[in-house]
């Protein structure tokens, strides 16, 4: 209502209060706008920067865990081969063919461990690097997996059964033969490792038409549910800080990238202190 300030030149003074927020906002509206969007970009930005940070610590953890690994685990047959050589520099074990045949067989073993264990990490590598190439080959996968029932059974270090499934004695498959041989190596490699001071393994040979099934079952300490889905991660160990012995954390990744190089796939069940069964399907012609 105007308030009379002169009655004869009716004059009044009226006070009229306007919203200062309606008129912030129509003259600044874009300004802020703009200015909240900036503020949540740069909240998005230091969540961003922290994340990778985690992660960076996280690989780094896992480099360093990985070549902590890798040295011990070369260590072993490397300390293997100059002990074997030391001994057969000395003449008494020369001079001994049984002693001389045991040594140049452990010499052997020691030699194969870290050829096959740089061999994965190369695989890996070039896998990663897309050049990755197999070297196709016939031939019988039945005779291939029975050298390598004698050789873990040979050099196993506890009560180990191996058993072979198949119903056929001649299987020929066309595939990447050392590659294919060495992921069913690991397979039964982690079976014996992880397993109780007796061990029974069942390897199942089927061919499922234009596919072979190659399964490898065991009787050891399982794996745990929640672990599952990461058993194939590089680098990541089923059974660290059980009190199990160490690895890589590369051999189950490395067995996925060949079969999957294969055009092929890897199926895993396991039930804790019942074992374990890894199958692998490869395509056949």
Not at 74 to 94: D, G, H
Not at 182 to 187: E, F, G, S, T, V
Request: hydrophobic share 40%.
């Amino acid at each position: 209502e105007p308030f009379t300030l002169d009655f004869e030149n009716k004059k009044a003074l009226q006070l009229i209060l306007v919203n200062p927020f309606k008129s912030i906002f129509e003259q600044m509206g874009m300004l802020l706008v703009f200015s909240f969007l900036l503020s949540i970009g740069c909240l998005y930005g230091l969540w961003w920067l922290f994340r990778i940070q985690s992660r960076q610590k996280k690989l780094m953890e896992v480099k360093n865990d990985f070549f902590g690994n890798t040295a011990h685990e070369l260590k072993r047959p490397l300390a293997q081969l100059r002990l074997a050589l030391e001994a057969l520099s000395k003449s008494s074990v020369l001079n001994n063919e049984e002693k001389r045949g045991r040594y140049l067989a452990i010499s052997q073993e020691a030699t194969r461990d870290m050829g096959e264990k740089i061999n994965m990490i190369m695989t890996l590598s070039m896998a990663e690097e897309g050049v990755f190439k197999l070297n196709y080959s016939q031939f019988n996968l039945v005779e291939e997996v029975l050298k390598l029932k004698e050789q873990f059974i040979a050099v196993a270090g506890k009560e180990v059964q191996i058993n072979i499934d198949t119903k056929e004695e001649n299987l020929p498959v066309k595939a990447d033969r050392d590659h294919v041989c060495q992921c069913i190596a690991n397979l039964i490699d982690n079976a014996i490792k992880y397993s109780g001071v007796s061990v029974a393994i069942s390897i199942t040979l089927q061919r499922i038409k234009d596919t072979l099934r190659v399964s490898v079952a065991d009787n050891g300490m399982g794996i745990a549910p929640e672990k599952i889905n990461h058993i194939f991660d590089k680098y990541f160990r089923v059974n660290a800080g059980e009190g199990m012995p160490d690895g890589f954390g590369i051999g189950l990744s490395y067995v996925k990238a060949v079969v999957e190089k294969h055009n092929g796939r890897i199926e895993v069940s396991s039930e804790r202190q019942k074992g374990s069964e890894f199958s692998m399907y490869l395509p056949v012609t």
